[in-house]
């Protein structure tokens, strides 16, 4: 069955990078763009950001231009989001998505905590 | 950017009753193919969100019929026919028209 998987808990300090990978399977990669989506502890979900697997391109919200970055790996089916110059604020749980044609997420992956502290 | 609110932020349900949640957006989510951008997600406590309702009213693969979407435009509705204890965690509607692509605050629905 379609699945995403993502990578496991990180600890960053302030200033610093991370990197959450997501890889796809039971389906085909190239035909589904990826979002990814946070949630601050307590908070409500925020869209980052959509990949499209097929070319590559991407789209980001605004208030993350220039600290983020998304990419993938056609050969092992996965895409990466990359964020920098951590904050505190970063702190969140990252989830990947699989977005429809029609925008809906039918497949989330289980989601990966990124601790910013120092 | 498109603003989504939801009312109530907290709904208190009793098993077997009816429940209803609203969504409001400042801006019409109907596309030019007639269909209304609008999704409804359940994120149980500890879990990831799970697609119950997209286009307003399609219920995704899986979702039990007592979940139903309606509405157009701006206005939307989910309702829940006869709530199940399984039912509660937190309840967003998401706009997926235009990006970036907004979330409602979320409705907490507990018995």
Redesign the interface.
Known sequence: QAQLVQSGAEVRQPGASVRVSCKASGYMFLSYHIHWVRQAPGQGLEWMGIINPSGGGTTFAQKLQGRVTMTRDTSTNTVYMDLSSLRSEDTAKYFCARGVHYGAFDIWGQGTMVTVSA | DIVMTQSPLSLPVTPGEPASISCRSNQSLLHSNG?N?L?W?L?KPGQ????LI??GSNR??GVPDRFSGSGSGTDFTLKISRVEAEDVGLY?C?Q??Q????????TKVDL
């Open positions: 269909f951008y999704d997600y994120q990831s969100p799970r697609l997209s286009l995704a693969s967003y998401m997926p028209l990006t970036p692509f907004t979330f409602g605050p979320g």
